[in-house]
């Protein structure tokens, strides 16, 4: 199977590979899928007055995952949390072409963003209590 | 250091490039004789049928096996077929349990599948850690109704190679009649087999994989006893009616050919595979952490190299490797999401299975390409672990056992 040209780019020059500060409150982790599967997506975000202003990730997986993982990174900085959460597979999909048996790879990405927000917001809520 | 010439083919058991001694056999009987080996009344059907019959000798003595013990197909999968379905058929009144195991190709288990479909009783033997069967295992699978055992001599994505004199003698010491069909597609040529040794009674082989040309295999039929399989191609009676059509000569030529080197220089050319593999994994080993090694070193086939590279996934890796073909055990390879079965039926986890790379050393493979290869390896490896959270979560001390993975695929 070929890959498309825009997997092939991110797989090379993946954006934002990293870690933030998982502790620190003003950051959000997501960590989705499962090594048995193939596939581990861990996601993070930094979020300063409702924007996301940097996000990191690190990906085990097969090319077409690095790059979701990748894309979602690229996308999601400098955009609202809320905005962030609109975010869907499909977009990542289209986005590097995707075929079929690859589609998984892009929900995985939109899992990891949801639970990185998910988790952002759950510090914050404990922080305001 | 001298020039690597790129893309590199590493991936031999796959198939092989046809070795041009060969195709310098075969050239002629695409041009001038290019006659019908069935046409008994001219000197073109003349001169094709020699040259079949050279073939058929010299494929029979790569395995032990007498010229007219040899029938040509179109290939492994269509010999399988045959020696399955052929003696199943032709023995169904003696019994219909047939043995055989977890780690075969998938030619042999999805054959073995269709037989239970029709009634027959199908045992699937597990293996060991290193992928191998005893020879007692066979021994006490075996029951009044069993007609045939269908093993592999060596396994196409671990290589380990099974003790095939020793499950022989103990399946004709159980039980005499029952028939032993062995899959030596990767081990002829490659190391010893011998249908007299090993009491075969059917072994199906093929040429790409021993630098013959695709579209030509051949299945050993024992002559004394006669052993018989029942024609799954009906026509014109070729190949004593157990298989008609055409001859491929041109093809045939070139397995012949084929065999013949293979037979000559088997020993030579293992020691210089081994050498090869052991410089690959020894440069990885001192290179890299966690290099797991799937299969046996010791029974294992010369060119075959098959390894998990911890914390990160196969295929993300070959992506890295675009100027080397090699195969793996990943999921992401093939359409359905589950690792090679291979792997599984060894207990090799399924984290570790998706972490598979199948080096496949061959004939044409030099002492600067396994260097070339090893490096690209290192690099790439060291680079994929950087971005694997897993690989993160192992260094900071998490045991990745005590996480809770949510997802199921």
């Known amino acids: 199977m070929a890959y498309s040209e825009k997997v092939i780019e991110h797989y090379e020059n993946p954006r934002n590979v990293g870690s933030l500060d998982k502790n620190a409150e003003d950051v959000g982790t997501g960590l989705v899928g499962a090594p048995a599967c193939g596939d581990v997506m861990k996601l993070q975000i930094k979020v300063e007055g409702g924007i996301i202003t940097d996000a990191k990730f690190k990906t085990f997986g097969c090319g077409s995952a690095i790059a979701s993982s990748s894309l ?58 | 250091m001298a020039a690597v010439k790129v893309p590199i083919f590493m991936d031999n058991h796959s198939t092989t490039p046809v070795d041009p001694r060969v195709l310098d056999a075969m050239l002629p009987y695409f041009r001038e004789d290019f006659g019908n080996a069935a046409s008994r009344n001219h000197v073109f059907g003349w001169k094709a049928e020699k040259a079949v019959e050279l073939a058929r000798e010299q494929v029979g003595a790569l395995i032990g096996a007498s010229a007219k013990e040899i029938v040509w197909t179109s290939g492994a999968t269509e010999a399988i077929n045959l020696a399955l379905k052929g003696a199943a058929e032709f023995y169904h009144e003696k019994g219909n349990h047939i043995i055989t195991g977890q780690t075969e ?16 009783e199908v045992t699937y033997l597990p293996v060991d850690q290193v992928g191998s069967i005893s020879a007692q295992q066979v021994a006490d699978a075996i029951k009044p109704n069993t007609i045939l055992v269908a093993l592999m001599a060596a396994n196409n994505e671990i290589g380990t190679v099974h003790p095939i004199p020793e499950i022989g003698a103990a399946i004709k010491a159980k039980k005499k009649d029952v028939l032993f069909f062995v899959d030596a597609v990767q081990a002829a040529g490659k190391v010893p087999f011998d249908v007299t040794e090993s009491k075969v009674d059917l072994a199906a082989l093929s040429a790409h994989k ?200």
């Open chain 1, 72 to 129: 979602v990174t690229e996308w999601v900085k400098g955009m609202s949390v809320d905005k962030a959460m609109e975010l869907k597979n499909s977009q990542i999909a289209e986005e590097l072409n995707l075929p079929p048996v690859k589609i998984h790879c892009s929900v995985l990405a939109e899992d990891a963003i949801k639970a990185a927000i998910a988790d952002y917001k759950k510090k914050q809520l404990t922080k305001g209590s």
């Open chain 2, 105 to 120: 190709h998938k030619a042999t288990l999805d054959t073995c599948k269709r037989l239970e479909k029709q009634g027959c």
């Open chain 2, 210 to 409: 021993i630098y013959g040309p695709k579209g030509v295999g051949a299945l050993y039929v024992r002559r004394k006893p006669r052993v018989r399989v029942v024609e799954q191609i009906d026509g014109g009676g070729h190949e004593r009616g157990m298989r008609s059509g055409t001859l491929n000569v041109p093809g045939i030529v070139g397995f012949g050919k084929a065999a013949e080197l293979s037979r000559l220089e088997r020993d030579e050319e293992a020691a210089r595979l081994i050498g090869l593999r052991t410089r690959l994994l020894t440069y990885l080993q001192q290179n890299l952490k966690e290099v797991h090694v799937n299969g046996s070193m010791t029974s294992r086939l010369p060119g075959n190299l098959n390894v998990s590279f911890a914390y990160v996934e196969g295929e993300g890796l070959m992506m890295a490797l675009k100027d080397v073909a090699v195969s793996s055990g990943s999921a992401c390879t093939s359409a359905s999401l589950e690792p090679s079965y291979v792997l599984r039926a060894l207990g090799v986890g399924e984290e570790m299975a998706h972490s598979s790379i199948r080096f496949g050393i061959g004939r044409f493979n030099s002492e600067e390409e396994i260097d070339y290869v090893g490096r690209h390896v290192v690099e790439a490896v060291s680079r994929l672990r950087e971005m694997s959270p897993l690989w993160e979560m192992v260094q900071e001390g998490i045991d990745l056992k005590s996480i809770q993975w949510a997802a199921e695929h």
